[in-house]
């Protein structure tokens, strides 16, 4: 079964009399285990398309499953529990809270499912060990490099057990060593099962993933898999630089 399908999948925006058509009739099929990159110009609907996966927004037209479940007619409530049980974000910001450890941004998905305080600390722990920033836990963000960052927000994209793990630019705010050093950890993981849809403008980004959706104009107009650059080798190649601390 399909991790991610979608049949039609339209969204119209209305601004006064004028209706911009941001994603027109995309049909796309995503199975477990699929690491892919989502394309496209400023304009193309790559970002429409990526919030309707991560049920940030409802489709205007057809329909979309995840992980087998109908979710483009559910209620807004019932979003935000398939969101916060079966969605994994990694966004260019990072989006941590300033006053926090690291431990503790990792623990707050945990926060809305009733889970224990004891086995909130222990989950966050082994995800912020998985991401190699075991040592760090009590870390503030500032204390940290972007690239640190970054892996604790992917920390917290894991400590749920999502079905699939939405990445918007991830690597945007990153130098070249250290883009690659976290492209290598999201290959680590999709090779261990995990699902990825990451969303670049980089061509050299996207060369990472195994397949490639390309949109133009509200369009998917091309659906191709490829072989993918392995960053693990790629990291051979490039200087070691210590990184600096934002």
Known sequence: MAIIATEDLGKDYHL????VHALRGVSVSIEPGEFVAVMGPSGSGKSTFMNL??????????RYWLDGEDVARLSRDQLASVRNAKIGFV?????????????????????YGG?????????ARARLEAVGLAEREHHHPSQLSGGQ???VAIARALVNDPA?????????????????????LLQRLNRQGLTIVLVTHEQDIATYAGRRLVFRDGRLRTDERVTS???ADV???LPEEEEAVV
């Open 164 to 184: 699939v793990i939405l990445a918007d630019e991830p690597t945007g705010n990153l130098d070249t060593r250290t883009s690659v050093e976290i492209l290598a």
């Open 53 to 62: 996966l991560g049920c940030l927004d409802r489709p205007t037209a057809g």
């Open 115 to 123: 889970i224990s305080a004891r086995e909130r600390r222990q989950r």
């Open 16 to 19: 006064g009399p004028h209706t």
């Open 229 to 231: 650059i392995d960053a």
């Open 91 to 111: 966004f260019q910001m990072f989006n941590l809270l300033a006053r926090t450890s690291a431990l503790e941004n990792v623990e707050l998905p945990l926060l």
């Open 235 to 237: 990291l051979k190649t």
């Open 149 to 151: 960052q970054q892996r």
